[in-house]
């Protein structure tokens, strides 16, 4: 796993855009992608350009996901980075609460100065075995998703959906609200 | 229907080429939505249903897409029926996730992003590589233990489609029992497009025990296959391109494997 591991270039960085197509259909937009002279704010907040337009069909799908739910207290905290990157801090912005099919989700972003440095799930459903199963999955893919994959050998999954859309739905809420 | 579809570019592109590569593919999706949704009374499927228009009528990706189905239908055995449940009015809305996940593909591809994955909600279309000289490596995921994986394909281009009842229970019904399947856990088919991988797949599913002589006889035109039958065991074509774990639940945890 260390042989190659491109990744780990501290040029790349990813994106997340998120529209809604086929009824309540959410696109999660990722992107490794040289920064090549733009700022990684920019770079990393751009992808969600598609959002506007999409927001008023999100709502209007078939799905029980729907639209957001009413936005809990907004929660960004911000700290000292520790080592030597002193200019950029550390915070972590809580997006909105998302009512899935499964029950709640909700996601805290942690990023440092403008890259994501984690996404942590604040709420899942957790009622029953099916939805425990799906989480201890959907959880890490995702996550993994969001994240500079720094050591995933593996890019993707096929065969899993969940929870994704109230997940993207939460992670750029609180990219929104980062960027705001 | 509600889904997700994440777009993973790997081409290094400035961030505002960047960006117009994902708005291409964002439109792509679009217009599939506006025209195949069950959702919107004004799509042209929703028309048809009506019978306010006919097919022939359609722009070409209507009749595209019918085709398509009809294809798929009689390529399965009927195991794959895009009519099956609308009491005999045409519902291609099977085959339309991996159709506008392929259309989306091409519209990245044109604009310049060529190595790319489109995943919608698990069914993947890969195109180019994760990184300078390496392919896109895609887990299947173990239908019986979602934490863990039962093989991992490697390629560059490449459509793969999974269909389980794990994650949907009963979602797939055998149009020609009427029954839900049961036999297997999952199926997964590996080919050039995505369209049609999902709908094999999901025939697959439906067909149960049936299954392996269908796909041997898809592995005949070069689509590769996999299945997790419902007491664990894996079959999969020869060749098939990656790594394969002997049984389902018995592949080390998700991410570290291999």
Known sequence: ?180 | MGTIVSIDVRTPLRPERLERAFAAAADALHDADATFSTYRADSWVSRIARREVTLAQGPAPVQEVYALAEQCRVRTGGAFDPAWRADGTLDPTGLVKGWAADRASDALTAAGAPDHCVNAAGDLRIRGSRAVGQPWRVGVADPLDATRLVAVVEGRDLAVATSGRAYQADHVVDPRSGRPAVALASVTVVGPDLTRADAYATAGLAAGRDAEALLVDLARDGWSWLVVAAGGAVRHSPGFPGRVAAAATTGPTWPTWP
């Open chain 1, 1 to 180: 796993m260390s042989d190659h591991n491109p990744s780990r270039s501290p040029s790349r960085r990813a994106q997340l855009g998120f529209v809604a197509i086929l009824g309540a259909v959410a696109v999660v937009v990722t992107a490794k992608a040289e920064s090549g002279g733009a700022s990684p704010a920019h770079s990393a907040l751009s992808g969600s350009a598609a959002t506007p337009e999409a927001a008023p069909s999100a709502g209007s799908g078939g799905s029980g996901s729907g639209s957001a739910a009413a936005s809990p207290t907004p929660s960004v905290s911000s700290g000292a980075s520790s080592g030597s990157t002193a200019s950029s801090g550390v915070r972590s912005v809580t997006g909105d609460t998302i009512d899935t099919r499964y029950g709640p989700v909700q996601v805290r972003v942690v990023m440092r100065g403008t890259k994501i440095t984690d996404v942590v799930a604040v709420q899942l459903p957790s009622a029953r075995g099916r939805d425990l199963e799906i989480n201890s999955f959907a959880v890490p893919e995702l996550r993994q998703e969001v994240l500079d994959d720094q050591s995933a050998q593996i890019d993707t999954v096929s065969g899993a959906s969940f929870t994704s859309d109230g997940y993207a739905q939460s992670v750029q809420s609180a990219l929104d609200r980062a960027r705001g």
